[in-house]
């Protein structure tokens, strides 16, 4: 039991640790004030609180299937917050403190629907043993144990990016959040395929020989990368889409940032 639930929320937690450590990053690299994070997480574990309650009613929807379908349009929704995140990093990387104010609320955005997200399963799996007294100190105990392994992980990423020349702090960011963005395009494939939404395939290989996926190195690939140990092809297809999409438009604007008289407006 102890061993399940570290894994189980470690591999919840340390998605929503990464994007939380990645934006709070470069929420120092702008000077920004940090107090959205406070509103975030808030938001966050009370949402994920009232999903949790309401989940019964949320997976009758769509022939049963509603868990499945929000929980991809919650993934994807956050992939379209990092696209305008990583935009209007660039469009401030030289101190221009354009659209600041959006983009602290899409920061705000991202990381409380991705707590949500996250956080929904593991009051789901803890509130399953509220009546088995014997197991739920090990559950716990699990928890305590996962979530302090991913944040960690999580600070570890941030004081990383810190120790980092200015430039290529933004650079690296931008990378992470890419990797971060096309792992979510992933995980809604998979969940649209559970939902039968798409088709089911065959996977195209399967290395869990080599990583397991419960391993924490295959935890943080899975949160990082999107690691998936037996990926179908309509999921290896959404990461790739998802990962020249973010990319291509990344460096679409980086370059227009660079022309002299060339300014880039964001219209939402």
Known sequence: MLL???????REVLEAALLLSILLAMSRFLALQTRWIYIALTAGVLGSVVYGQYLGTVSELFEGMGQEIVNAALQFTIYGLLLLIGVLLILNRSGEARYL???????VLAVALAALREG???YIYLIAFREQAELLQGALLGALIGGGIGFSIGALFYYLLLGLPRRRRLICALVLLSLVAAG????????????DWL?????LWDTSGLLSENSVMGQLLYALLGYEATPTPNVIAAYLIGLVLMVTLLISVWLKTRMPGVAVDVYV
């Open 120 to 122: 929904a399963e593991i």
């Open 184 to 195: 979510l395009c992933l995980q809604a494939t998979q969940l649209l395929e559970q939902a």
């Open 101 to 107: 104010q959006l983009l602290q609320w899409a920061m």
């Open 199 to 203: 088709p089911a395939q065959q996977p």
């Open 4 to 10: 399940t639930s570290v894994i189980l929320v470690l």
